[in-house]
């Protein structure tokens, strides 16, 4: 299976659901498989909360196979030999898309603890970005398991003409109090 590595540069600046912007971001993103001749086979996987753009595959120099590589690849649900499939590191992702290890643009220095909060939105956002960097006007299937399927759910209501398939997995719309605090403490751990 062709794995293919790429961390795409977008000079047009975002503005996030938290009311920051960035002037300017990159994403890491990883894609299997071939785009056919009329762009109508592409499949976007998103990650979950530990995720990245690693979904499938082996890296040589890690010798590690990516988070979903039992469902991507050839032969597999998500074949290969029938959809290009495009994984990314999520906006404020320390994988090699733009987060808090990159540096701010404005200041020079290591954004760290400055980057603006990112939400579901604004990843989807960027993702919609990337799928016109890629030619792509409606993804055959968005996919995602856990936060990955909140994108989905949100590619759903923000983008529905560009979504033909939404597989959502072990997700909802929204938190209970329980999750909420879960995440929170998690969140404050990241910090």
């Known amino acids: 299976m062709r794995v293919h590595t790429e961390k795409l540069t977008f000079d047009e600046p975002i503005k ?3 009311g920051s912007t960035l002037s300017r971001f990159e994403l890491m993103v990883e894609t299997y498989g071939e785009l056919n001749q009329n ?9 979950a909360f530990s995720g990245n753009h690693h979904a499938a595959g082996i890296k040589t120099e ?4 990516g988070w979903w590589d039992q469902y991507i690849g050839p032969g597999k649900p998500i074949d290969t030999r029938r959809f290009y ?19 701010n643009p404005e200041t020079g220095e290591v ?5 603006p909060i990112v939400a ?9 970005r990337l799928a016109d960097v890629l030619g792509i006007k409606q993804w055959a299937a968005v996919v995602g398991g856990s936060l990955g399927g909140m994108q989905v759910l ?15 997995i072990a997700s909802a719309p929204k938190l209970s109090a329980q999750n909420i605090a879960f995440n ?3 969140r404050q751990a990241i910090a």
């Open 154 to 168: 949100r590619w759903s209501i923000q983008y529905p003409e560009r979504v033909k398939h939404a597989v959502v």
């Open 16 to 18: 996030l659901e938290s």
């Open 85 to 103: 499939v495009v994984a990314l590191n999520n906006l404020g992702g320390c994988a090699g898309s733009t987060g808090p290890t990159s540096i």
């Open 120 to 128: 579901v939105r604004d990843w989807v956002q960027s993702q919609a």
């Open 62 to 65: 890690e010798n590690k196979p």
């Open 184 to 186: 929170e403490v998690a």
């Open 111 to 115: 954004y760290g603890p400055d980057f």
């Open 39 to 47: 762009k109508d086979n592409a499949v976007l996987v998103c990650h």
